[in-house]
């Protein structure tokens, strides 16, 4: 079966922390995977794509251990705003695995 | 320019009845996806449409849910007899690269 796994969380941390998010992927044979942001009971939004080498959008960084089918998401400097539930996607052929994802409370 | 756009947002219906969501891609987005979240759960991925290729069915509950697209327009995603079960947020999407999915609002549909 393929699947998406997650630590649900929540996440509680304050302003400015640096706070890491992993997943699994259970399906070798995914190529792509992305990480997507949802707020609460809205629709999911792309935050970014996940690179073999790894990569780093602002205050973002996302990485990929295909070895252990593993992938992270890294937040540094944490915003209000990031409070959100990250969602962990991998490609499954003509389809999108979601994880369940991690939520994520960042207080002042 | 216009997103993913869904009808209605929200639906009532009484269990048994049958019910017809909508999504509206985004024009040239050559696939479209629907999925299904329940209250408090990850996305579960429905049905897939690709141009003119035959659908990917396999996310499909049971035979009381189906979807029809128009070329690479409008879909709609049927659902007949509804249960209590079936209560959830259905979710389209459309894009023109596997990854990049642009979610439509979704329909909230409730069965009393």
């Known amino acids: 079966r393929k699947e998406v796994e997650q630590d649900p969380g929540p996440f509680n941390v304050p302003e400015g922390a640096t706070v890491a998010f992993n997943c699994t992927y259970s399906n070798s044979a995914s190529q792509s995977f992305f990480w997507y942001r949802q707020d609460c009971r809205k629709e999911p939004k792309l935050l970014m794509s996940v690179y073999s080498s790894g990569n780093e959008d602002g205050r973002f960084t996302a990485q990929l251990n295909r070895a252990s089918q593993y992938i992270s998401l890294l937040i540094r400097d944490s915003k209000l705003s990031d409070s959100a539930t990250y969602l962990c996607?991998?490609?499954?052929?003509?389809?999108?695995?979601f994880g369940k994802g991690t939520t994520l409370s960042v207080s002042s | 320019g216009a997103g993913v756009s869904q009808s209605p947002s929200n639906k009532v219906t009484e269990k048994g009845k049958d019910v017809e969501l909508r999504c509206d891609p985004i024009?040239?987005?050559?696939?479209l996806y629907w999925y299904r979240q329940r209250l408090g759960q990850g996305l579960e991925f429905l049905i897939y449409?690709?141009?003119?290729?035959?659908?990917?069915k396999s996310g499909l509950p049971s035979d009381r849910f189906s979807a029809e697209r128009t070329g690479e327009s409008v879909s709609t995603l049927t659902i007949q007899r509804t249960q209590q079960e079936d209560s959830a947020v259905y979710l389209c999407?459309?894009?023109?690269?596997?990854?990049?999915?642009?979610f439509g609002p979704g329909t909230r549909l409730t069965v009393t």
């Open positions: 024009s040239g987005h050559t696939a």
């Open positions: 996607v991998a490609e499954a052929g003509t389809a999108l695995i």
């Open positions: 449409f690709q141009g003119n290729s035959a659908p990917d």
């Open positions: 999407a459309s894009s023109s690269y596997l990854g990049e999915q642009y």
